[in-house]
């Protein structure tokens, strides 16, 4: 087994020569008069601010509807700078400046079936829809509430809304009535788009009850979008609108003109946090932002080109659905699926792969983990000549993860893992197509990001885990949150440790290597001793033994210090017995450090997630100490706390 940093992939040169990256370097290398290498041009995105991200609005070919009156006002100040002042723009335009016949939005769903649009017919349309809408009484600023499933459809609706200047918000359609209403109704939505199911697992789920008692609840019409394309409307929904009615209207004179002339910092999406340690936060995202963001990371970080296909295994609850719609604005020909990823086998996500020749396979490390345990390996059942990038995110991704995919998937690939979050809409450290890959890293910082690491004072450490921080403004700085008229409790979460610095809730490293790797998060840390430990490192050496199928760990209070509990799935047919814990302490003892090594592991037969996948430790923390679990309707599968309720091993 390779050692973590080992270099598992170099760029080929001409994929070197050939990326936007080296393109963007050299325009920016006129742009700041002299030559920039890699970290040079980094250093200098980071210096000047005002001079990058014009330069990425002009490399993005970004069409200001009204020219701003200068790229940055109030630099010195987080939060509180002011990006393209005085300029106008239209996200939607962006995303549907490409015409023709070439597909943009290829829908699948497990069972099978393939739906697609070309460039034109999306336009046409978005533009029919946005014009029923129109008239119907949407306007700028208006709050569209969606439950829905991630569809050709769904990216229509988006289109339509936020073409007219309305606020998008999507949740997953698995949300239960509770969740859903938490998120939705304190943004006081004007229209709600909703269906009446989806297929997860071999399994026709029925979305009508909690379409209806929503509907109710939020006191708003519906625009109903059915699977079915002939199915009627359930009269258990009231005042509800016909979606393929309203796409199949007339469209005006001019429809250019349905494309509402904006501020930069516009309200566009209304993202929620996961609510796992209280009420979910509505995180509002400007146009202006969200879309330089966007085509930075899309052109530059993944190198990703007109004409591409690019998948991400997501619901229209997660940042990764709005990330990749941006794909369109590139260019690229979005692959969108509806369903599980493992049924009716490990390999249905790889054989669409495979059908639509993607560029670009986006998952998270949690479904590559599972992957490597079903046995399935995608480069022996289908071809993925056209794949040159894989990325991944959700939690951080495991070295074992990175050896999974270049012995499995593909030796000639670039692995992005990537992390940012909901916050920001994007990404503080991801790829870059011309470094190599080393195990278990990050690639680096993204353009434009004073990403830094700081201990608990608040000094840089050059070496060492600690603060993943942004010490400088960047565009995708969301605008607030819903509700929080003056800023408050959105400076609270964000600046209040470090003032002027956004602290990001992660617990990080520099590599050697020049890249970064991301510990979990920092307010799931271990303390025991006064030692912190991120959760990730430890996850890493436990998951590698053949014995456990996953785990979780959380600090248990105990005579005025904490010890580490460590929770262990086991895998098929394997006890957590005392051999499998002696086994496990050894591992961990001589992989990490005698610190690392539990005081107590509990065999369980699930772990609670939240609804993007991500391990939920506080829930976990919460129920060992007899607290209440925050905001239960956050989780995935909260029936699974029971078990930790309890437990004698904890008493001792």
């Not at 359609?173 to 788009?193: C, N, V, Y």
């Not at 939020?218 to 016909?242: E, F, M, T, Y």
């Not at 942004?470 to 819903?482: A, D, K, L, M, N």
Request: glycine share 10%; proline share 8%; with cysteine.
């Amino acid at each position: 087994m390779a050692a973590a940093g080992t270099v598992l992939w170099t760029p080929p040169a001409d994929r070197v020569r050939d990326s936007h990256w080296s393109r963007f370097r050299a325009y920016a290398s006129r742009r700041a008069g002299h030559p920039l290498d890699d970290d040079a041009l980094y250093a200098w995105s980071v210096a000047e601010p005002a001079a990058f991200w014009a330069a990425v609005a002009r490399f993005g070919a970004v069409r200001f509807t009204r020219s701003p009156r200068a790229v940055l006002e109030h630099g010195d100040h987080f939060p509180g700078a002011r990006w393209f002042p005085g300029a106008e723009l239209n996200f939607a335009w962006h995303l549907l400046r490409f015409t023709g016949p070439q597909p943009a939005l290829v829908g699948w769903t497990e069972a099978g079936q393939r739906a697609a649009l070309a460039r034109d017919e999306l336009r046409d349309r978005v533009l029919r829809l946005a014009a029923a809408l129109k008239a119907w009484g949407l306007r700028p600023g208006d709050r569209v509430a969606a439950c829905l499933p991630n569809t050709p459809d769904t990216v229509v609706a988006m289109l339509a809304c936020t073409a007219l200047g309305a606020v998008w918000s999507s949740c997953s359609p698995d949300f239960g009535l509770a969740g859903l209403a938490s998120r939705f109704g304190p943004i006081a939505p004007r229209l709600l788009f909703a269906t009446d199911g989806y297929g997860y697992g071999g399994k026709d789920i029925d979305c009508v009850p909690v379409a209806a008692a929503l509907a109710a609840e939020l006191g708003v019409p519906v625009v109903w979008l059915p699977r079915d394309s002939a199915g009627p409307i359930p009269d258990a929904v009231p005042l509800a609108l016909d979606f393929r009615a309203l796409c199949a209207g007339p469209l005006p004179p001019d429809p250019e003109t349905l494309f509402a002339s904006l501020p930069f910092d516009h309200p566009l999406y209304i993202l929620y946090s996961s609510g796992t340690t209280g009420a979910p936060k509505a995180i509002v995202h400007g146009a202006g932002g969200t879309l330089l963001q966007h085509l930075k990371e899309l052109l530059l970080h993944t190198d990703l080109r007109a004409g591409d296909a690019v998948f991400y295994y997501t619901t229209c609850g997660w940042m990764m659905w709005n990330w990749l719609v941006s794909g369109l604005a590139v260019g690229a020909t979005l692959t969108l699926y509806e369903g599980s990823p493992f049924h009716p086998d490990p390999g249905v996500l790889w054989r669409i792969a495979e059908r639509e020749r993607l560029a670009v396979f986006g998952t998270s490390a949690r479904y590559l983990a599972s992957l490597r345990q079903s046995g399935y390996r995608p480069r022996e059942a289908v071809r993925l000549d056209a794949l040159r990038t894989v990325l991944s995110t959700g939690s951080p991704l495991a070295p074992e993860g990175f050896d999974f995919v270049y012995d499995a998937v593909k030796t000639d690939v670039q692995l992005a893992s990537i992390s940012g979050g909901t916050d920001i809409v994007s990404c503080f450290v991801l790829g870059q197509p011309t470094r190599p890959v080393r195990r278990g890293e990050i690639q680096g910082p993204g353009l434009g990001m004073a990403v830094d690491v700081f201990d608990a004072d608040g000094r840089p450490l050059p070496a060492g885990t600690g603060e993943l921080v942004c010490t400088r403004p960047f565009p995708s700085t969301p605008v607030g949150f819903w509700g929080d008229a003056d800023g408050s409790r959105f400076r609270a979460s964000y600046f209040a440790r470090f003032p002027g610095v956004w602290t990001h809730g992660d617990f990080a490293e520099r590599s050697p290597g020049g890249g970064f790797i991301i510990h979990g998060r920092s307010d799931a840390v271990l303390n025991p001793g006064g030692v912190r430990i991120g959760t990730a490192e430890l996850y890493a050496v436990v998951e590698a033994e053949a014995g456990v199928s996953e785990c979780l760990a959380v600090a248990q209070r105990r005579g005025g210090d904490e010890r580490i509990v460590l929770f262990v799935v086991p895998a098929p047919g394997v006890a957590v017995d005392d051999a499998l814990r002696a086994q496990l302490r050894a591992r961990i003892r001589s992989a990490l450090t005698p610190r690392h090594v539990p005081a107590v592991i509990v065999g369980v037969s699930a772990l609670p997630r939240t609804r993007n996948g991500k391990l939920a430790e506080l829930a976990v923390r919460a129920v060992i100490h007899g607290d209440a679990v925050a905001n239960r309707d956050a989780l995935a599968n909260p029936e699974c706390l029971a078990q930790f309720v309890g437990r004698p091993e904890l008493e001792a």
